[in-house]
Nanobody
């Protein structure tokens, strides 16, 4: 089993920045991809950004140019740098590590609230 722990969420004003972190409890082999998702109240969980072991990244259109996903393999940590935050970015942010359909791990989530 792998535990993922997110941190870095908070309450801030529109235009501000936050960096989320996701620490894995152990080194994970055979990762297909890892990423960040978010879920606003009453809405489904949506992909925000994903990164492959080779370093390729993909972003939701709503965050392109504002958010950056990265990882530090030595620290078993993935990051999401969020700049120019907007009220519509308000959500619980979850990190995810996908190995296969039997090994798909989620963190507990961290709340990000952006006020106008």
């Amino acid at each position: 089993q792998v535990q993922l722990v997110e941190s870095g969420g908070g309450l801030l004003q529109s235009g501000g920045s936050l960096r989320l972190s996701c620490v894995a409890s152990k080194i994970i082999l055979s990762i297909k991809h890892m990423g960040w998702y978010r879920q606003a109240p009453g809405k489904q969980r949506d992909l925000v950004a994903v990164i492959t072991p080779g370093g390729s990244t993909n972003y939701a259109d709503a965050v392109k140019g504002r958010f950056t996903i990265s990882r530090d393999n030595a620290k078993n940590t993935m990051y999401l740098q969020m700049n120019s935050l907007k009220p519509e970015d308000t959500a619980v942010y979850f990190c995810n590590v996908f190995i296969d359909n039997r090994a798909n791990y989620w963190g507990q989530g961290t709340q990000v609230t952006v006020s106008s």
